[in-house]
C-alpha cells in the first residue's frame, strides 16, 4: 500500500476499521455463527429481490405490470389512470421521475425496513441511520465533494453527458417550475433511499459476517446499476461506492454520504442544462 495511502487510511478509518474487523471476528468465533446466519440469508435475498423489482418493474417500462396488478385487486382506475399519465405528452415526463422515485422508496427503503424490523429483529438505527457524532466527519465529506465536483463539471461538456442528464427532459421553450423542480425534488428524494440500501442495508446487513469485505459485497451490485449510464460514470461508481462504504463503516451512518450524492447529482443537472443553454 502506497505511503499517502496508508497514511490517510490509518488516521480517517484505522481505528474504527479495526472496530469492524473485532466485532465481526467475535462473532465468527461465537457459536450463533456455526449455523445459518439468518441476517445474511434475508439481506442478501431481499437484496436481489429489490433489485430485480427496481430494473423489471421499477422503471416507467414496468407500468403496465402495476396497471395489471391494480387491476387484480379492484383498482383498474388507478392503473388505467397510471397509464393514461405516462402516455399523456403533457404529464408523461414528470409522472416518469415519480413513478421512479417511488418504486426506488418500495424497493430501497420501505422492503429493506420490514426486513430488518419484523424478520431480522434489528433497529434501523444499527442501519445506517444514526445522527450522533456525524459532525465531526462533515469535513471528509466536504473535501470530497471538492475533489468531485471540478471532474463533473469538466464532463458536463461531452455529448453523452448531455445526452444522460437531466434524466426530466426540459423542452426548450419550459420554465424550471412547476414541472422541472418537481421532478428534481424526486430525484433528490431517491438519493437517500438508494444510500440507506446501499450504504446501510447491505453494508451493515453483511459486516457482521464479512466485516470490511462487506463494502466490497456492496460495490458490485451497485456499480452494475450504473451500467446503463456513462463509462466514466460506471468506472467512477466503483470508487465512489467503496469510499461511501467505507465511511459508513466509519460513522456508522449515511447521511453524509446522502447529502454528497445529491450535490454531485444536482452539480450534474444543471451543469448539464447550462451547458445546452437551458437555464
Not at 130 to 140: E, P, Q, T, Y
Not at 239 to 249: F, Y
Given at each position: 500500500m502506497p505511503k499517502l495511502v496508508q497514511f490517510v487510511y490509518q488516521k480517517l478509518l484505522g481505528k474504527d476499521l479495526q472496530r469492524v474487523r473485532r466485532e465481526s471476528q467475535e462473532f465468527l468465533a461465537s457459536d450463533e455463527a456455526q449455523g445459518p446466519d439468518l441476517r445474511v440469508i434475508v439481506v442478501l435475498l431481499a437484496a436481489t429481490a429489490c433489485l430485480v423489482?427496481?430494473?423489471?418493474?421499477?422503471?416507467?417500462?414496468?407500468?403496465?405490470?402495476?396497471?395489471?396488478?391494480?387491476?387484480?385487486?379492484?383498482?383498474?382506475s388507478w392503473g388505467d389512470g397510471l397509464l393514461r399519465l405516462l402516455d399523456d405528452p403533457h404529464t408523461r415526463e414528470l409522472t416518469r421521475m415519480v413513478y421512479w422515485a417511488a418504486a426506488r422508496a418500495i424497493s430501497y427503503v420501505i422492503v429493506p425496513g420490514v426486513c430488518i424490523k419484523l424478520v431480522i429483529g434489528d433497529s434501523l438505527l444499527d442501519y445506517g441511520l444514526r445522527v450522533r457524532g456525524m459532525l465531526g466527519s462533515v469535513w471528509i465529506y466536504l473535501v470530497m465533494a471538492a475533489i468531485m465536483i471540478p471532474p463533473v463539471l469538466a464532463f458536463s461538456t461531452t455529448e453523452s453527458f448531455q445526452e444522460t442528464y437531466p434524466f426530466y427532459n426540459l423542452a426548450a421553450d419550459e420554465p424550471l417550475w412547476p414541472k422541472f423542480l418537481i421532478a428534481e425534488f424526486c430525484y433528490v428524494?431517491?438519493?437517500?433511499?438508494?444510500?440507506?440500501?446501499?450504504?446501510?442495508?447491505?453494508?451493515?446487513?453483511?459486516?457482521?459476517?464479512?466485516?470490511?469485505?462487506?463494502?466490497?459485497?456492496?460495490?458490485?451490485?451497485?456499480?452494475?446499476?450504473?451500467?446503463?449510464?456513462?463509462?466514466?460514470?460506471?468506472?467512477?461508481?466503483?470508487?465512489?461506492?467503496?469510499?461511501?462504504?467505507?465511511?459508513?463503516?466509519?460513522?456508522?451512518?449515511?447521511?453524509?454520504?446522502?447529502?454528497?450524492?445529491?450535490?454531485?447529482?444536482?452539480?450534474?443537472?444543471?451543469?448539464s442544462l447550462w451547458q445546452r443553454g437551458l437555464i
Amino acid at each position: 500500500m502506497p505511503k499517502l495511502v496508508q497514511f490517510v487510511y490509518q488516521k480517517l478509518l484505522g481505528k474504527d476499521l479495526q472496530r469492524v474487523r473485532r466485532e465481526s471476528q467475535e462473532f465468527l468465533a461465537s457459536d450463533e455463527a456455526q449455523g445459518p446466519d439468518l441476517r445474511v440469508i434475508v439481506v442478501l435475498l431481499a437484496a436481489t429481490a429489490c433489485l430485480v423489482f427496481q430494473s423489471y418493474i421499477g422503471q416507467p417500462s414496468g407500468a403496465p405490470w402495476v396497471a395489471r396488478a391494480l387491476r387484480w385487486v379492484g383498482l383498474a382506475s388507478w392503473g388505467d389512470g397510471l397509464l393514461r399519465l405516462l402516455d399523456d405528452p403533457h404529464t408523461r415526463e414528470l409522472t416518469r421521475m415519480v413513478y421512479w422515485a417511488a418504486a426506488r422508496a418500495i424497493s430501497y427503503v420501505i422492503v429493506p425496513g420490514v426486513c430488518i424490523k419484523l424478520v431480522i429483529g434489528d433497529s434501523l438505527l444499527d442501519y445506517g441511520l444514526r445522527v450522533r457524532g456525524m459532525l465531526g466527519s462533515v469535513w471528509i465529506y466536504l473535501v470530497m465533494a471538492a475533489i468531485m465536483i471540478p471532474p463533473v463539471l469538466a464532463f458536463s461538456t461531452t455529448e453523452s453527458f448531455q445526452e444522460t442528464y437531466p434524466f426530466y427532459n426540459l423542452a426548450a421553450d419550459e420554465p424550471l417550475w412547476p414541472k422541472f423542480l418537481i421532478a428534481e425534488f424526486c430525484y433528490v428524494l431517491q438519493f437517500f433511499a438508494l444510500e440507506f440500501f446501499f450504504r446501510g442495508f447491505l453494508v451493515h446487513g453483511l459486516r457482521r459476517r464479512f466485516g470490511v469485505y462487506s463494502v466490497l459485497v456492496m460495490m458490485v451490485p451497485y456499480c452494475m446499476i450504473h451500467f446503463q449510464k456513462p463509462l466514466p460514470e460506471a468506472c467512477g461508481a466503483i470508487g465512489a461506492g467503496i469510499v461511501l462504504g467505507l465511511l459508513s463503516l466509519k460513522g456508522r451512518s449515511i447521511w453524509w454520504g446522502a447529502v454528497l450524492h445529491v450535490l454531485v447529482a444536482l452539480t450534474m443537472d444543471f451543469a448539464s442544462l447550462w451547458q445546452r443553454g437551458l437555464i
